[in-house]
């Protein structure tokens, strides 16, 4: 079974939001690519519509874009995500994966494009903890 952690970020009150996806709802992911634009009701979000931004694999490789596919390669980059040059001109063999959703994929960003009735911080809202025994 496939769990996805969701970071779900909010660009209209400018705050984050994490949450687990798993059973069908991440199995439906599977495929998806940086730039889809998804219904919010995978991850509980009844009326929104968000946009994935990006994501890493089980050990921490970051997914790039502009490579397609979802298999991990070693790409030589100057410039961009993943990599800050410390002189001008230099480039550097990187470890990358892929712009497409895969199971091994463990972290996947959202950006809220449009809201619903609800706000977010009161559907996603942590589980209170009991006081005392």
Do not use: C, W
Request: hydrophobic share 35%; proline share 6%.
């Amino acid at each position: 079974m496939v769990e996805f952690k969701a970071n779900i970020s909010d660009p209209k009150d400018g705050k984050s939001y994490h949450t687990v996806v798993s059973g069908h709802h991440a199995n439906s992911l599977i495929g998806k690519k940086i730039g889809d634009q998804i219904d919010g009701i995978f991850l509980g979000l009844p009326g929104y519509k968000l946009l994935i931004t990006g994501g890493s694999d089980k050990d921490g490789f970051p997914m790039r874009r502009d490579m397609p596919g979802a298999k991990r390669t070693r790409i030589l980059v100057s410039r961009g995500f993943g990599f800050r040059a410390p002189r001008k001109g230099m480039r550097r063999r990187k470890t990358m994966r892929g712009s497409a959703i895969s199971p091994d994929t463990v972290q996947i960003n959202f950006r809220v494009t449009s809201h619903g009735a609800k706000p977010i911080a009161d559907i996603l809202k942590p589980a209170e903890k009991k006081e005392g025994a």
